[in-house]
């Protein structure tokens, strides 16, 4: 079994800060990509930002230059540091990561349960 935990959401003012947190924990061998993904009422979900194994990062162009996703390898754990937020970053973040279980089978996509961010202007 795999999981992933998510925390650090919460209620922010406009322009302040957030840092979210994923780890990964269970039979785990490797982790490729993991990346963010959020969803608010009544949209479908969108990719917010994503880290290869090897450090390449990848972001919406709706939070570029303003979130900064980072992972540290030997704890599983993927980070979404969010500055300048905007009302418009509302929604809930789900991490997202794929995950090897075993060395004879392959990766498979892995989700959080999800943490809200909540922006007020």
């Known amino acids: 079994q795999v999981q992933l935990v998510e925390s650090g959401g919460g209620l922010v003012q406009a322009g302040g800060s957030l840092r979210l947190s994923c780890e990964a924990s269970?039979?785990?061998?490797?982790?490729?990509?993991m990346g963010w993904y959020r969803q608010a009422p009544g949209k479908q979900r969108e990719l917010v930002a994503v880290i290869s194994s090897g450090g390449g990062t990848n972001y919406a162009d709706s939070v570029q230059g303003r979130f900064t996703i980072s992972r540290d390898n030997a704890k599983n754990t993927v980070y979404l540091q969010l500055n300048s937020l905007k009302p418009e970053d509302t929604a809930v973040y789900y991490c997202?990561?794929?995950?090897?279980?075993?060395?004879?089978?392959?990766?498979?996509?892995?989700w959080g349960q999800g943490t809200q961010v909540t922006v007020s202007s």
């Open positions: 997202n990561a794929g995950v090897r279980r075993y060395y004879w089978t392959d990766y498979h996509d892995y």
């Open positions: 269970g039979s785990i061998v490797s982790i490729n990509a």
